[in-house]
């Protein structure tokens, strides 16, 4: 009964924000063509040779995923401050969790969308041997895990940058430096699956562990930076 | 003083009375004790590092930065701790005087740590041949600074309350669990990295063993000294603006 609540109350924020997204798509479009451009950039900012393509391309991936991340926490949890919506959403008798839940969805929702989206234009554009066989498969879980441990921290620290003024600049502050370990399996893990190597630890299995260390403190942590 | 006496805190009891009461009569006293063992430790840690201690002999007179950088980097991650185990205990029982302990750390913490980053500079150059490398140890250290830098700026930004002090507690405690985490992750990362390299502790003279305790020892009550200061200095700010606030 009491899960049933839980779930109930975390689809009904989470539905809350697909929709006023849906109508919106600011931060849909916003972060697609962010991730976009910095994929164009590294282009001139790398000589990519077929030679070289491999080695640099996930990070040239990661490093788009990222910005993009945090460009589109900064705007979701930032648009509910803006209009007190937070402040009444944390009137109504919902529990802490559920919210913090229904927030990392929503943002986990847009960043993954992005992200999917992303992917094959990354592909096309790098010239990366991604379609043969199961490489597109076994990518889309790595991409999926690095954006959940992203987005576990990055609505905590989004919903505390957000009563700042600065918050722009705070939240990549707060947040690069708590995402290393999951940048760094992600990463790895990406790059393994481009240029097979022997002697590394299981980054996947890696990059679940730190999710979940993550989720799990994000989770507890989140009641007491709402509370008033 | 008199002001500050009669303000009644959140439950309308004059705890203020106590506290500076206290802070007046004990304090001093705390401080001049540290003060004076700091000024003798540090000077005979002074005297053992550039004269007591011998030479190295692979590493010349660069070695001697090991005896400065040991200790800051200590007290740069004690006061990282610190930080945290007042997050933890604060958000279970807000009891301002953890918050600004918390907050001294937080100073006086990166204070330390940045001291060690530019002696570990200056020593890798001529031993290493570079002034950086991306090790485990020196890559944890750096997102330790980078944390230390968000935590001050993100309380500078949030300004005094419960919420900043609340706010910072939760990064103090996830900072806490993460530069481990980061530790391992850059170790599996870089492979088998020549570590060793970084802990020449292999089989150091017994002279050099005694200059590094002491070194330590002085260090830590430098720290120790200066975080009364800061406390003290956290204390006085935050009564500060409650009698501007009472005033406005």
């Known amino acids: ?17 697909i929709r006023y997204e849906l109508r919106s798509k600011q931060t849909w479009i916003g972060m697609g063509m962010f ?9 001139f900012t790398f000589d990519l040779h077929a030679s070289t393509v491999t080695s640099i391309a996930p990070g040239a991936l990661w490093v788009a995923f990222i910005f993009a991340s945090l460009l589109g926490l900064g705007r979701t949890v930032a648009a509910e401050r803006e209009q007190g919506m937070l402040d009444r959403l944390l009137l109504t008798p919902v529990d802490r969790k559920a919210i913090y839940l229904a927030k990392l969805l929503g943002n986990l929702l847009f960043i993954g969308v992005v992200e999917i989206i992303a ?52 939240l990549p502050i707060l947040v690069f430096p708590l995402v290393v370990p999951v940048v760094i399996s992600a990463v790895r893990a990406t ?14 299995g890696l990059l679940i562990a730190f999710d979940v260390i993550f989720l799990s403190v994000s989770t507890l942590l989140f009641q007491y930076i709402v509370e008033e | 003083m008199a002001l500050a006496n009669q303000l009644p805190d959140a439950k309308g009891q004059p705890v203020q009375r106590r506290q ?8 001093p006293l705390v401080s001049l004790i540290l003060g004076g063992l700091t000024a003798i430790t540090l000077s005979l840690s002074l005297w053992m590092i550039f004269f007591y201690t011998p030479v190295d002999a692979l590493q010349g007179v660069t070695q001697r930065i090991f005896y400065f950088h040991v200790p800051t980097a200590w007290v740069g991650m004690l006061s990282f701790i610190i930080l945290a185990v007042c997050g933890i205990i604060y958000l279970f029982k807000a009891d301002e005087r953890l918050d600004w302990l918390a907050r001294a750390a937080a100073e006086v913490g990166v204070v330390f740590l940045t001291i060690t980053l530019i002696l570990g500079s200056l020593w890798g150059k001529p031993i290493w041949g570079a002034w950086w490398v991306w090790d485990a140890r020196l890559t944890a250290t750096l997102i330790l600074w980078f944390m230390y830098v968000g935590y001050i700026m993100l309380r500078s930004y949030m300004g005094p309350g419960s919420e900043g002090a609340r706010a910072g507690a ?12 980061i530790y391992l992750s850059v170790n599996w990362w ?3 990295h020549p570590a060793a390299q ?29 975080m009364v200061q800061a406390y003290q200095l956290q204390r006085l700010q935050a009564l500060a603006q409650q009698l501007r606030a009472s005033v406005e």
């Not at chain 1, 992917?119 to 076994?138: M, Y």
């Not at chain 1, 990518?139 to 576990?152: K, Q, R, Y």
């Not at chain 2, 500076?20 to 304090?27: E, H, L």
């Not at chain 2, 502790?201 to 200059?211: E, F, H, R, Y």
């Open chain 1, 1 to 17: 009964m009491m899960a049933r609540l839980f779930f109930s109350q975390l689809w009904a924020v989470l539905w809350k924000d």
């Open chain 1, 35 to 43: 991730a976009l451009l910095v994929l164009v950039i590294f282009n």
């Open chain 1, 119 to 170: 992917l094959p234009v990354f592909a096309i554009l790098f010239n990366l041997p991604i379609w043969q066989g199961t490489t597109l498969l076994a990518l889309i879980p790595i991409v999926l895990l690095g954006a959940l441990g992203i987005a576990a921290v990055g609505t905590l620290f989004s919903v505390m940058a957000a009563t700042t003024q600065a918050k722009e600049l705070l």
């Open chain 1, 191 to 204: 790059t393994l699956l481009l240029v097979p190597s022997v002697n590394e630890p299981p980054w996947v």
């Open chain 2, 20 to 27: 500076s009461a206290q802070g007046q009569s004990r304090w």
């Open chain 2, 170 to 181: 939760v990064i103090g405690i996830i900072g806490a669990i993460d530069v481990p985490i």
């Open chain 2, 190 to 192: 870089r492979g088998q």
């Open chain 2, 198 to 226: 970084l802990n020449p502790k292999g089989d150091l003279p017994p002279q050099a063993v005694i200059t590094l305790l002491v070194a330590l020892v002085a260090i830590t009550l430098l720290y120790a000294f200066m």
